[in-house]
């Protein structure tokens, strides 16, 4: 079945870029995410990325996808304080409706 | 525009109780997906409603149910509560007519069982 791994914890300073990194199984995935969830909140929308893509870039959030090796990374430029919060990667089969299976979440911890 | 509304917010029930949650998706969006999230499982896929009709459902027993009503709104409901059922329950919505379109979720309910 579908399998997302995610390491547990980042931390990164101020300023600095924050990589996460994601691992799937689904060879037929579609569409992979990535979702921030900050304290007692739900889940925000940060960019997806079709799988036949290698690269996105939205301001500064980069996704870049590897299909052969099955890795999604999310790099945040400038990181800021306001970027601490727990990251999830998804991952949506090609025959999964709008089902998405979720990595285990990987927490940043932005110092000043 | 607004966004994926969820209500209650926050909600205590008692084991053995029966409860349910509501989601009204964004304007326009016709599939609503249900998830729970809890600490020691993270984050597992119920069901999704397209149209009024059940499209998929994840591994989670009967109890757990849910309907989608022809404005889009949907319910779920979890009846004869235990208490491992304690999670933040996320509602899902997205245009939904195949597969790869934006998916987006509501602030959740969070649901403690004592």
């Known amino acids: 079945g579908e399998d997302v791994e995610q390491s547990l914890f980042l931390s990164v300073r101020e300023g600095d870029s924050s990589v996460i990194n994601c691992t799937y199984t689904?060879?037929?995935?579609?569409?992979l995410y990535w979702y921030k969830q900050e304290p007692g909140a739900g889940l925000q929308l940060l960019t997806y990325?079709?799988?036949?893509?290698d690269m996105k870039q939205d301001q500064r959030l980069t996704v870049l996808l590897n299909k052969k090796d099955k890795h999604l990374s999310l790099r945040i430029a400038d990181t800021q304080t306001g970027d601490s919060a727990i990251y999830f990667c998804?991952?949506?089969?090609?025959?999964?409706?709008?089902?998405?299976?979720f990595g285990g979440g990987t927490r940043v911890l932005v110092k000043p | 525009k607004a966004g994926v509304t969820q209500t209650p917010r926050y909600l205590i029930k008692t084991r053995g109780q029966q409860v349910t949650l509501s989601c009204s998706p964004i304007?326009?969006?016709?599939?609503v997906s249900w998830y729970q999230q809890t600490p020691g499982q993270g984050l597992q896929f119920l069901f999704e409603?397209?149209?009024?009709?059940?499209?998929n459902k994840g591994n989670f027993p009967g109890r757990f149910s849910g309907r989608q009503f022809s404005n889009s709104r949907s319910e779920m409901n979890v009846s004869t509560l235990e208490l491992g059922d304690s999670a933040l329950y996320l509602c899902?919505?997205?245009?939904?007519?195949?597969?790869?379109?934006?998916?987006?979720f509501g602030e959740g309910s969070w649901l403690t069982v004592v």
């Open positions: 899902a919505s997205s245009s939904g007519t195949y597969t790869g379109n934006t998916i987006y």
């Open positions: 689904d060879s037929s995935s579609t569409y």
């Open positions: 990325i079709f799988s036949n893509m």
């Open positions: 998804a991952e949506q089969g090609k025959a999964a409706g709008n089902k998405l299976t």
């Open positions: 304007s326009g969006h016709r599939s």
């Open positions: 409603y397209f149209s009024e009709t059940q499209r």
